[in-house]
């Protein structure tokens, strides 16, 4: 049984940990690293052959050949990553801003294969090479990279200051309970006797507090890293303006349709959209709902190369992460968002849509993500819990230690 280590109204000692400057270094040199030695000689070689007057097919061998290299080449080492993390228990960040680079690059090279790409990346060597290692991308208008206005940077740079701040309480609550799990309602893992007396009521209620809670880590530190590096791009490119990371989609959601398909991870969504729904869709072998589904399928695929990356202690456990857990999770997930809509556009008569319609987005979002936070946190979340990913995000955000 996980009891939290003290109750989380006894504050009388408590100190603030501030970040970790060696973990951020880690994390800025890995991330760097791929993105000098990976992400930027794959892009000068696939800019080459959109220049060149080559074969589709041989568009289509080198991109998927440079997908497949630059994907596999931070999966095997992903050993040396860790060597290199300054806590030698806590090596969670570096194999999980590898395997981001991994399938960014991954499917940016079958998008340049494909020629899916988005019109105006290739204007020149500079504009590819930054369409092509950033994330979020850079925004296209008209085929040209189109500049942030003012209100646009304030925005983003108060946003990101947010999910600071939104992290620092979530930390300090999650750090004061007991690992691996961080359980606010502490209950058996594994099967057996849980510890509200074998409830099973009480046992699926606890799942998802828990869920809800680790639901919204998960959320602010994915955003926040998107919003860092949306910031640093800012910087470094003259105000480009950047495509949107998430769209608060844990307090304005509507439906598990417009998480998914608009507000959730946008970067990811964008890939997946060029590379297999979009295609999916022309093929004329698909309906929409059947090319919806086959790209929740590719998402769990591609969650199952990230958590090989950065979730592998998982994968050791007895207890731990099964591989095609997270792929039966997304297809759950797909099923869910048409069946979803069906419902609403089938069974619910018109006064129930319109009251549904005016409650306040921020209680619908929370219900739906209430109502998937066990699920979630079953077949999702479990894994980087146990692979250290609350001890990762602690180290390198600010926060109360009350132990």
Sequence with gaps: MND????????????????SVAAWVYAISVHGGCCVFGGIPCGIVLYL????????????????????????????????????SPNNEITFIGPFLASTFGFTTFFKSLNVAFGTYPIG????????????????????????????????????????????????????VMMQLSPPFYQVLPYEVNGGNNSFGGDTLDWF?????????????????????????????????????????????????????????????KPVNELLKRTVYIPACKSGFFNQNQSAVLTFFASGLLHEYNFAMHNHRSLSLPSGYQPGEVTVFFLFMGILMIGESWVWNKLYPRWLQSLIS?????????????????????????????????????QMLPHLDCQ
Excluded at 133 to 152: H, L
Excluded at 369 to 380: D, G, M
Aim: a positive charge; glycine letters at 4%; hydrophobic letters at 50%.
């Design 4 to 19: 939290p280590k003290i109750s989380l109204l006894s504050m009388e000692k408590c100190v603030i940990i501030p970040p």
């Design 49 to 84: 052959i959109t220049k060149k007057k080559y074969s589709e097919k041989t568009k289509v061998f080198i991109g998927s050949f440079v997908a497949i290299v630059a994907a596999a080449s931070v999966f095997v080492g992903r050993p040396i990553i860790e060597s290199y």
């Design 121 to 172: 990346a290739d204007t020149d060597l500079q504009t590819w090479i930054h369409w092509f290692v950033m994330t979020p991308e850079p925004s296209f208008a008209k085929g040209k990279a189109s500049k942030a206005n003012r209100k646009e940077i304030i925005a983003r740079t108060r946003d990101f200051f947010f999910k600071i701040i939104a992290l620092f309480f979530l930390l300090t």
């Design 205 to 265: 209620l606890a799942a998802h507090v828990n869920g809800f809670l680790h639901l919204w880590l998960l959320y602010s530190f994915a955003s926040f890293c998107e919003d860092f590096s949306t910031i640093t791009n800012y910087i470094l490119s003259g105000g480009v303006r950047m495509e949107p990371g998430f769209c608060n989609p844990l307090l304005e959601s509507r439906s598990f349709k417009e998480t998914w398909g608009t507000r959730w991870n």
């Design 358 to 394: 005016s409650l306040p987005s921020a209680v619908t979002a929370t219900m739906l993500t209430f109502l998937v936070a066990a699920l979630s946190e079953r077949y999702f979340l479990r894994g980087w819990l146990q692979s250290g990913f609350v001890e990762a995000v602690a």
